[in-house]
């Protein structure tokens, strides 16, 4: 059965572009580098395990942002650097989530595709949030973040359908054992 997110022409015709940019890219990239960015190493893909920085790191932004503070911005030197460092922490996870995603077919890379355009969103927000922070428009740093990280929770369902309903990354150590 068909995904209504992700059935849709437009959509595999983008797939299919972007998937060939990123095997350029690849090609670029030293074996060892590639190999390593995919975790080989560790005998798993990596952006499963990255992907708990920024997201974890989101959510306590949101609290830090939220929770009720002894003062008026008690808290904010905290978020700030919660933000800092989970948006930073989301360059190895998004890179190496579009490596897993380039060898994807079907349904799967379709709704791929829109997890990683809701992730790179999320990204973007969150980088948008620090410049208006920095810039002492903390109210416009919240909303934006809070977007964000909404969009990283749709994001982070969809890679849920990823793993669990198409088995993306699913039995990989196994078969490349056996192989």
Do not use: C
Not at 2 to 20: N, P
Not at 21 to 38: H, I, M, R, S, Y
Not at 132 to 156: E, K, T
């Amino acid at each position: 059965m068909e995904d209504a997110v992700s059935d849709h022409d437009a959509l595999e015709i983008a797939a299919g572009t972007l998937q060939g940019l990123l095997k350029g890219a690849e090609g670029a990239l030293p074996p060892a580098l590639l190999d390593a960015l995919q975790g080989e190493g560790v005998g798993h893909p990596l952006h499963p395990v990255l992907v708990h920085l920024p997201l974890g790191g989101w959510v306590v932004v949101a609290a830090l942002d939220h929770l009720p503070a002894p003062e008026p911005g008690a808290y904010d030197r905290a978020a700030d650097a919660a933000l800092l460092l989970s948006t930073l922490g989301a360059v190895g996870t998004i890179g190496t989530g579009w490596l897993d995603w380039a060898n994807t077919r079907g349904e799967a890379r379709r709704t791929g595709l829109i997890h990683g355009a809701l992730n790179e969103v999320a990204f973007f927000l969150n980088v948008g949030s620090l410049l208006a922070r920095r810039r002492g428009r903390r109210g416009l740093g919240r909303l934006l973040s809070g977007v964000g990280l909404g969009l990283a929770v749709a994001g982070g369902f969809l890679g849920g359908e990823l793993v669990y309903r198409h088995g993306l990354g699913v039995g990989r150590t196994l078969a490349h054992r056996q192989g």
